[in-house]
């Protein structure tokens, strides 16, 4: 008999902050120093030093949870998790335990179905990273580097609310956005400043009483989290099929092999010993400091997108896709403030023409050779008139090469769009005359062939006459 | 000559009847020729302290500095100090030498003191007898065959030595208060939060404080002066204006409300004990001051509840030393967790190993609520009952140890005995509140000290009195040198 099995699915995501110092210290957090070179005395752990706390830490943890609509604590402990481990100086991690900063938000989604879903947030707190033990190049040994160590990091812990690797990958991607939005993190993956740990578990479809789970730890890319979820779920089923078990435990994913693996199991679990920091005061939070917060926090992805299809009537999709991110949303902003004209042409041309160019050469918006202030200035040809949508093509790819303005490029190269009467009622008399035949067609009532005689002329003027003039004169001329 | 009074050291320097170098010499020169017996020492640093009685006589020469210019001082070996090693008693910091200095030391160095070196201590300022030291144990001078008291010891004993006229100690539950009392001196703990942590290596965090020990309480005043003071490298440091705490002794006493807890007069006080302190608490009353017997029902659970909060916070605190970025590292490790287990095994005493099992227990999972928040409640429940006595009286007072220096050995194998000599002084140090030990008499030949209790930051209060007392009587004039 066949089980239908329900997917249960949390996430953890540990997101570094974008501070220049420390959660504890005043070394710099900049990726990629060399080793043990962004470590002071506090982060190496030496007796007798103390930590203090970074307030520029706060502060983006409390703007995260006034944009999940959470509660912020007004006091919040730190605690120490006490563990031994090489590239855990202290012997114990700084952390949040039973008082957490930011508690009980929502994220609401949009699923790829169209659909949406609240996805709730159980807490955030704030934490400092560990060191990175260095295993290649050394000789069997293990390095030690300590610049990340005491780097600050938010913890998000969700609900099992998920249901799907899909829905977990799109509430991964809502709250990555979220905090590049706020400007909290730099959400770069390769290096580690947005990681996944993703508990999973299965019940019998209907059951409300959750399956025992697994926890997969430090997944550090969108599609290792769809796999590694992709890959547990059907581990447990089968399990469960057969009429096994699942062990509560904690496993590790390997993306070449795309499976996972136990790393340890219940019983090995570590006590961690919590027990608040005596080194730290509670954080006081004051109305006034989220007030503060709040009035400074950039415009959020579903405010923008909305506000984006009330000013500027864009299509819902296009307003979504041009707000998915804040320095695109600026991007389209400005590009419409210069070009004085469509905001719906510049949409189009954001989304076609300009992600097309940048996704096809693997750029960020940041390196994109193409300016607001340029594309503005072709749209304002495209829109008096000046090119032809087909040359606009032509003259965008020139400016992506680095040939200057539109409006040099289209005298530069003679773009212009011909729409003078005179000189298009020229050529079109003469390829009326070089094609009797087809001119008798049309005459008998077979219409397609004016698209072969508009065809000629548009040859005739090297693309630069006005199509529609060309198409109008024609008509006319073959009628009259 | 005499070394032990900053006061009257510092009328010598002004006057330029003495130069800091001398005075100096002489302090390295006792030192130097006590060390065998009394074990003073871990480390001395004759050249740095020539080095800074010179830069002292410079400034006093231009007539500069401050009352502490050119004064020979000591510090615990648990004040980190730059390019002067900082065992902290321990092999496993046998050979550490911290890049930074304590705020507590800068601050002195600043004021012009000249260290001449680092005191013994119980390891990890673990202990009340500075016998359980990586470096031997320290002697009391008033006789070597017993202990000075500890953790602070040390400086202690170099005080009442007559080495140095000024020294600094840290209490977590009385090493300040206890060796004063057994050494014969004047030894204060500032409220939580006055003197920064900063570099003092932690024993109990929430309960470490580092303050001075010298022969009378104004010689501590003009210490504490110079040491307190807001220290953004601690957050638990207090942001208060600056003040001078010798500025306003003597003051008047008369008035002065004294609380006598009976929890700290029982029947189990030795009565020869309590006969001395209620002689010197006479004193204070022939000088004004209203005695008032007053209640601390709770005193009893303080020791339990200390050695819980104490050893949970140590334990944490000691995860550090692992052997793995600096300290001591056992001989060839056969894996990491060897390497941990030896270094840590090797590298730490019996004492601090013991207390580091402890408060690992305490927080274990199953036990956490039965032991560390039962403590942490019992904190609460002590520093309300202080809080509310204080708004009765001034000041409390009471015997600072239950009895004398005991024999070196006498208590090494019976912890539990040791940490009753902390009965008087822990409850302070878990309420955070400020209290001094002053010399009140003398038993059989040895010290008998008296503690005084203040509320939160009144520590102008304590010295007042206590150098009111000590206008009155002479017991912290004497020194082991007296009997001949």
């Given amino acids: 008999m066949n089980t239908r099995w329900e997917t249960v699915i949390g996430l953890e995501l540990h997101i570094q902050l974008a501070t220049r110092s420390k959660l504890f210290s005043g070394a710099a957090t900049a990726f990629g120093a060399t080793p043990n070179t962004q470590a002071c005395a506090v982060d190496l ?28 604590a007004p006091r919040s402990v730190f605690a120490r998790k006490n563990y031994f481990y090489p590239d855990l100086p202290k012997g114990y991690q700084i952390s949040q335990f039973e008082l957490p900063i930011v508690a009980r938000g929502t994220v609401e989604l949009r699923l790829p179905d169209g659909e949406s879903k609240a996805i709730r947030v159980t807490r955030a707190h704030l934490e400092e990273d560990a060191g990175k033990s260095l295993h290649e190049g050394m000789q069997g040994c293990t ?75 430090n997944l550090n890319s969108f599609r290792f989290v769809e796999q590694a979820i992709e890959y547990e779920v059907e581990r447990q089923r089968e399990l469960l099929e057969r009429g096994a078990q699942v062990l509560q435990e904690t496993r590790l994913y390997d993306p070449d092999r795309n499976e996972t693996r136990p790393l340890r199991s219940k019983e090995e679990a570590f006590d961690y010993r919590y027990f608040p920091d005596p080194d730290l005061l509670p954080v006081e939070i004051t109305p006034q400091l989220i007030a503060d917060i709040r009035a400074r926090m950039p415009e959020l992805r579903k405010t923008r997108a909305a506000r984006f299809v009330e000013r500027y009537a864009l299509p819902e999709r296009d307003a979504e896709q041009l707000s998915a991110t804040s320095s695109l949303a600026v991007y389209f902003e400005s590009t419409v403030a210069r070009s004085g004209g469509d ?120 693309g630069k006459a006005n199509p529609q003039q060309v198409s109008q004169i ?4 073959l009628r009259g | 000559m005499r070394v032990d009074s900053i006061a009257e050291l510092a009328r010598l320097l002004r006057r330029r009847e003495l130069s800091s170098v001398e005075l100096t010499r002489e302090c390295l020169q006792r030192a130097e020729s006590l060390q065998p017996r009394l074990n003073c020492f871990i480390t001395l640093t004759p050249e740095l302290a020539l080095e800074q009685a010179r830069t002292a006589d410079l400034r006093l020469a231009r007539g500069e500095g401050t009352v502490l210019t050119g004064i020979p001082i000591a510090f615990k070996d648990i004040f980190c100090t730059a390019g002067v090693r900082t065992s902290c008693g321990s092999r496993m910091l046998d050979k550490f030498i911290a890049p930074y200095t304590a705020t507590a030391v800068t601050r002195l160095q600043a004021a012009g003191t000249v260290m001449i070196g680092k005191t013994n201590m119980d390891e990890f300022a673990m202990g009340s007898s500075t016998e359980h030291s990586w470096y031997g144990p320290c002697r009391n001078p008033w006789d070597q065959g017993r202990v000075p008291g500890g953790s602070s010891g040390g400086s202690a004993s170099a005080v009442a030595a007559g080495i140095i ?53 104004l010689d501590t005043a003009h210490l504490l002066t110079a040491m307190a003071g807001f220290d953004p490298r601690d957050s638990t440091s207090v942001e208060r204006p600056p003040g001078d705490y010798a500025a306003n002794l003597p003051g008047d006493i008369k008035g002065l409300r004294i609380g006598l807890p009976a929890e700290y007069f029982q029947q189990d006080l030795d009565p020869r004990i309590r006969a001395v302190i209620m002689a010197a608490l006479q004193e204070l009353e022939k000088a004004g001051a209203v005695l008032k017997d007053v209640s601390l029902p709770s005193s009893h659970l303080s020791i339990p509840a200390y050695y819980v909060v104490a050893l949970a916070e140590a334990s944490s605190n000691l995860s550090r030393f692992d052997g793995v970025r600096y300290g001591y590292r056992c001989e060839n490790p056969r894996d990491l967790m060897d390497l941990y287990c030896r270094s840590r095994a090797e590298g730490f005493g019996n004492e601090v190993r013991r207390r580091i099992m402890i408060g690992t227990y305490v927080l274990s999972a199953g036990y956490y609520d039965a032991y560390y928040l039962r403590a942490q409640k019992v904190r609460r429940l002590i520093r309300d009952e202080f809080k509310s006595v204080l708004r009765d009286v001034d000041l409390i007072a009471g015997p600072t140890v239950p009895g004398t220096a005991f024999p070196i050995g006498e208590r090494s194998n019976d912890p539990v005995s040791m940490y009753l000599s902390d009965i008087y002084t822990v409850s302070v140090n878990l309420a955070g509140l400020p209290a001094i030990s002053i010399p009140a008499g003398m038993l059989e030949g040895l010290p008998v000290g008296m503690q005084l209790i203040g509320d939160y930051f009144c520590e102008e209060r304590i010295l007042q009195a206590a150098h009111a007392f000590q206008q009155l009587t002479d017991w912290h004039l004497r020194t082991p040198g007296d009997q001949g």
Avoid at chain 1, 360 to 374: A, F, H, I, N, Y
Avoid at chain 1, 432 to 459: H, S, T, W
Avoid at chain 2, 169 to 198: E, F, W
Wanted: glycine content about 12%; hydrophobic content about 40%; some cysteine.
């Fill in chain 1, 143 to 217: 390095g030690i580097d300590l610049n990340r160590a005491g780097t600050p990091l938010i913890e998000v812990v969700s609900e099992p609310d998920m249901r799907s690797a899909a829905e977990a990958v799109a509430y991964m991607r809502y709250v990555h956005a979220l905090v590049c939005d706020l400007g909290i993190s730099d959400g770069n993956m390769q290096e580690g400043s947005f990681r996944c740990d993703a508990n999973v578990s299965l019940r019998p479809a209907g059951s409300t009483t959750l399956g025992t789970r697994t926890e997969t730890k």
């Fill in chain 2, 165 to 217: 006229p000024s020294a600094l100690g840290t209490d977590t539950g009385g090493s300040i208060r206890q060796p004063a009392a057994l050494c014969g001196i004047t030894g204060l703990k500032p409220t939580y939060g006055l003197v920064s942590r900063h570099g003092m290596v932690a024993f109990a965090s929430s309960l470490d404080q580092g303050g001075p020990m010298a022969r009378s309480a």
């Fill in chain 1, 474 to 477: 024609m008509t006319a001329k």
């Fill in chain 1, 45 to 72: 752990a030496l007796p007798g030093v103390l930590p203090v706390l970074n307030e520029a830490a706060v502060r983006m943890a409390i703007s995260f949870g006034l944009a999940i609509n959470a509660e912020i």
């Fill in chain 1, 343 to 462: 905001p719906k042409l510049a949409a189009n041309w954001i989304i076609t023409e300009l992600l097309g160019a940048l996704n096809r050469e693997q750029k960020t918006l940041q390196q994109s050779p193409v300016d607001p202030d340029r594309l503005a200035g072709l749209l304002r040809r495209v829109g008096d008139g000046t090119v032809s949508g087909r040359m606009a093509k032509q003259v965008f790819e020139a400016m992506w090469g680095g040939a200057g303005t539109a409006d040099e490029i289209i005298r530069s190269q003679g773009l212009e769009q011909v729409s003078d009467t005179g000189l298009i009622e020229e050529l079109v008399d003469g390829v009326i005359a070089a094609n009797p035949e087809q001119v008798e067609q049309f005459r008998a009532g077979k219409e397609k062939v004016l698209a072969f005689l508009v065809g000629q002329v548009m040859k005739q003027s090297k």
